[in-house]
């Protein structure tokens, strides 16, 4: 039972190049999230999906796009990277309805140059 | 909408001393305030939770109050140990926790 897993760790983007942050979920969970974290920011929620087949933005939703592929995993696009998206991006997932109980994956540490 | 902000950003106590960190929201409606951990290069993970009907929550050295009124909860560790050391975040959700609104963090360090 791997929880939530997310590729790749590490990643290093020139201006405009594309990209795709995998996530995947062993626990059943119907919910899955994507987060941002930079420097003295918190957590920021970029888009969530609360069951398989459905998408909603959240906070800072501009320069992505997201798949939830089927229940176990969810994708996050971004489509022409910009140095503003140098952050750490989480994945997480919960039971619908228990979405306070989130469970977060490992991270990926992305830089745009 | 929601306003998350988070008192001290940095806190340094003495092992044995307790340690207290204050959020404030800005929007009535939320309902549902979790607290998080975060150590050094790892995931964030949940460590306590409060719901609005709540006034306060205990788990052994942790413990949460909230206090709708002025709009503000705060987390209490007692007994700080070494491995209390990580980053802390607040949170709050209007939806029992589908979308939600994180502190900025405070940074815990407990000295031997």
């Known amino acids: 039972n791997a929880g939530v897993t997310q590729t790749p760790k590490f990643q290093v983007l020139k201006t405009g190049q594309s990209m795709t942050l995998q996530c995947a979920q062993d626990m059943n969970h119907n919910s899955m999230y994507w987060y941002r974290q930079d420097p003295g920011m918190g957590l920021r929620l970029i888009y969530y999906s609360a069951s398989e087949g459905t998408t909603d933005k959240g906070e800072v939703p501009n320069g992505y796009n997201v798949s939830r592929l089927n229940k176990r995993e969810f994708s996050l696009r971004l489509e022409s990277a910009a140095p503003s998206q140098t952050s750490v991006y989480f994945c997480a997932s919960s039971w619908r309805d228990r979405a306070y109980e989130q469970y977060f994956g490992p991270g990926t540490r992305l830089t745009v140059t | 909408g929601e306003n998350v902000e988070q008192h001290p950003s940095t806190l340094s106590v003495q092992e044995g001393d307790s340690a207290v960190i204050k959020c404030t929201y800005s929007d009535s409606a939320s309902n549902y305030f979790p607290w998080y951990k975060q150590e050094l290069g790892k995931r964030p993970q949940l460590i306590i939770d409060?719901?609005?009907?709540?006034g306060e929550k205990k788990d052994q050295r942790i413990a949460v109050t909230l206090n709708k009124t002025a709009k503000h909860f705060s987390l209490h560790i007692t007994e700080t140990q070494p491995e209390d050391s990580a980053v802390y975040f607040c949170a709050a959700s209007i939806d029992y926790g589908q979308n939600f609104v994180f502190g900025p963090g405070t940074r815990l360090s407990v000295l031997p």
């Open positions: 409060i719901r609005s009907n709540v």
